[in-house]
């Protein structure tokens, strides 16, 4: 039995998820959002935690670290080049290094653009990653530190992943990201497609989370900067790509 993932809703609109390792009774939590609703899911389960996967610094991804590393004991494993922000830390880690996660293992990949520290998390075995705020529902995260450079190298490497690769993002931004989305590469009609399915599922209350690596190259504009649609729209006609990434993404800011 691979690992099993539990996602509940927490603050405004992030994602908690709790990951199980059955064969060893080991419980993550990716980022810290909301001690609360973290030992609720906790709860409902049944699981104890024994490690929190921290992605980068913020408060609303590493806010909780302290008070669930007391009550619980649990280890806290961040990047090693921002140890310094990650309260609590106790595992350092770096790109390409692989983590034992109970019987699992994960490899880190350095994905810095939304902060210089920012890491994602992939279970090989399982086909999941875990990716913060780097990489949305048809969404990237705001460059808040790093460059347009940095964030299409680091978006490449989640995009080298296997297409079917079950990608789990910190936020609910879809709706508003599928708006952006839709003003800049309009004729796309796997995006338009899919647009109208999220349209439903955000009615019914639900999540558009877990997305997956091949959705995401097919539809994600900030994946797509070879997209003469996308290029055209922002009359960047044959630009290289991450001249084609920095406008998509300086004119999301301002959208
Ligand atoms: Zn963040
Ligand atoms: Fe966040």
């Not at 494993?77 to 019987?103: C, H, K, L, T, W």
């Amino acid at each position: 039995m691979g690992l099993q993932v539990h996602q509940f809703a927490c603050l405004a609109d992030n994602y908690g998820f709790l990951l199980h390792d059955e064969a060893t009774k080991s419980t993550a939590v990716i980022d810290t959002p909301e001690v609360g609703p973290i030992n609720a899911a906790l709860a409902s389960r049944g699981w104890a935690l024994t490690h929190i996967l921290n992605t980068h610094h913020h408060f609303d991804h590493a806010g909780g670290n302290e008070a669930l590393k007391q009550q619980w004991g649990a280890m806290v494993v961040g990047a090693a080049n921002d140890a310094a922000r990650i309260p609590g830390i106790d595992v350092r880690v770096s790109d390409g290094e692989q983590f034992q996660f109970g019987s699992a293992a994960a490899q880190v990949l350095e994905v810095p653009g939304h902060t210089t520290g920012h890491i994602a998390y992939y279970f090989a075995d399982s086909g999941i990653a875990f990716v913060g705020d780097t990489l949305f529902a048809l969404g990237c995260g705001r460059l808040f530190e790093g460059s347009p450079s940095d964030m299409w190298t680091s978006l490449n490497k989640l995009m080298a992943l296997p297409d079917d690769t079950v990608v789990y993002c910190a936020h609910e931004y879809t709706q508003a990201n599928a708006n952006f989305a839709l003003s800049v590469e309009p004729n796309n009609a796997a995006l338009v497609a899919r647009v109208a399915e999220i349209a439903e599922l955000r009615s019914r209350g639900e999540p558009t989370v877990p997305t997956t690596i091949g959705k995401e190259k097919a539809t994600n504009p900030f994946l797509r900067p070879t997209s003469a649609d996308l290029q055209q729209t922002i009359g960047l006609v044959g630009a290289d790509a991450v001249a084609v990434f920095a406008e998509t993404r300086r004119r999301k800011d301002n959208f």
